[in-house]
């Protein structure tokens, strides 16, 4: 049987109203209304953080705040986010950006985004209601690349989506998108601003200790190819692979042997939303 399209409403005050049709099943849940603190750290975003925000305002979802956390940008990064109504505050390396953003933070759960990344539509009300129906404390995605070239997409899909739902039971993994409950977050001190990289991974294998961690099925983030274009789709490929063998035999990455660069995928350009 077909699957149906899922549908979303308010009802009262108090409480949402999930509707999910799966085959001939009719599926209702109701879960105590809640806020989504949206953050997203940035250095010199101004030509990607224009579609990502695009995307967030065209969702029906709407119960939810946006904070900037910025590492200092000397674009237009931060006239485009007050411009649209976002929460700024000073980031730094995307951990410490991510701690600083969910301290500002009013909502119940945490959404963390990177900044070159876009939301298909209906995002937010399937990804809220999968994580909700799954009792979910900590969740992240999978993820395809903008550009719809199937060479790319094979690759996201065999050395990344693939993987992270066959090992989504033993061995978390997060990376571009979280969902977290902001009291979980709370409790494990935040993102580890001692790591060099894969705070996002040792985040959810953290959480997972405390929590019920998911890869949600009901939608996908695509990203910006933006750093294996620039770096080389081996060489960056062979990064993450290091640093996950590094993960998993010897412990999180703390030194800079990988030469990690923030920012430097960025390039200048004027655009509006």
Same mark, same amino acid.
């Given at each position: 049987?077909?699957?149906?399209?899922?549908?979303?409403?308010?009802?009262?005050?108090?409480? *949402?109203?999930?509707?999910? !049709?799966? +085959?001939?099943?009719?599926? $209702?849940?109701?879960? #105590?209304?809640?806020?989504?603190?949206?953050?997203?750290?940035?250095?010199?975003?101004?030509?990607?953080?224009?579609?990502? $925000?695009?995307?967030?305002?065209?969702?029906?979802?709407?119960?939810?705040?946006?904070?900037?956390?910025?590492?200092?940008?000397?674009?237009?990064?931060?006239?485009?986010?007050?411009?649209?109504?976002? =929460?700024?505050?000073?980031?730094?390396?995307?951990?410490?950006?991510?701690?600083?953003?969910?301290?500002?933070?009013?909502?119940?759960?945490?959404?963390?985004?990177?900044? @070159?990344?876009? /939301?298909?539509? !209906?995002?937010?009300?399937?990804?809220?209601?999968?994580?909700?129906?799954?009792?979910?404390?900590?969740?992240?995605?999978? /993820?395809?690349?903008?550009?719809?070239?199937?060479?790319?997409?094979?690759?996201?899909?065999?050395?990344?989506?693939?993987?992270?739902?066959?090992?989504?039971?033993?061995?978390?993994?997060?990376?571009?998108?979280?969902?977290?409950?902001?009291?979980?977050?709370?409790?494990?001190?935040?993102?580890?601003?001692?790591? +060099?990289?894969?705070?996002?991974? !040792?985040?959810?294998?953290?959480?997972? #200790?405390?929590? !019920?961690?998911?890869?949600?099925?009901?939608?996908?983030?695509?990203?910006?190819?933006?750093?294996?274009?620039?770096?080389?789709?081996?060489?960056?490929?062979?990064?993450?692979?290091?640093?996950?063998?590094?993960?998993? *035999?010897?412990?999180?990455?703390?030194?800079? =042997?990988?030469?990690?660069?923030?920012?430097?995928?960025?390039?200048?350009?004027? @655009?509006?939303?």
């Amino acid at each position: 049987m077909a699957r149906r399209k899922l549908e979303y409403k308010i009802e009262g005050e108090n409480s *949402f109203l999930f509707y999910q !049709n799966v +085959s001939d099943y009719h599926i $209702l849940k109701r879960v #105590k209304r809640f806020m989504l603190s949206i953050v997203i750290p940035t250095l010199n975003e101004e030509k990607y953080l224009v579609p990502l $925000l695009r995307s967030i305002k065209s969702e029906k979802f709407s119960d939810y705040e946006i904070i900037v956390a910025d590492a200092g940008s000397t674009d237009r990064t931060l006239e485009i986010a007050k411009k649209n109504g976002c =929460i700024t505050t000073a980031g730094g390396l995307p951990a410490k950006g991510k701690n600083q953003g969910a301290g500002m933070a009013k909502g119940d759960i945490l959404f963390f985004l990177d900044a @070159d990344v876009i /939301l298909p539509k !209906n995002f937010l009300e399937k990804s809220l209601a999968e994580y909700k129906k799954r009792s979910l404390k900590i969740a992240s995605f999978c /993820l395809l690349p903008v550009k719809k070239k199937k060479s790319y997409r094979l690759v996201f899909n065999l050395f990344y989506n693939f993987p992270i739902v066959l090992l989504e039971k033993f061995l978390p993994h997060a990376a571009t998108g979280i969902l977290i409950e902001k009291n979980l977050f709370k409790e494990l001190s935040g993102f580890d601003e001692t790591l +060099s990289l894969a705070e996002d991974h !040792n985040l959810a294998r953290r959480a997972k #200790k405390l929590g !019920n961690y998911g890869i949600l099925k009901s939608s996908k983030i695509f990203i910006s190819e933006r750093r294996f274009e620039k770096d080389g789709w081996l060489k960056t490929s062979l990064k993450y692979l290091f640093c996950e063998l590094h993960m998993i *035999f010897i412990g999180p990455l703390k030194s800079d =042997i990988l030469k990690y660069e923030y920012g430097h995928y960025s390039k200048n350009k004027k @655009d509006d939303i």
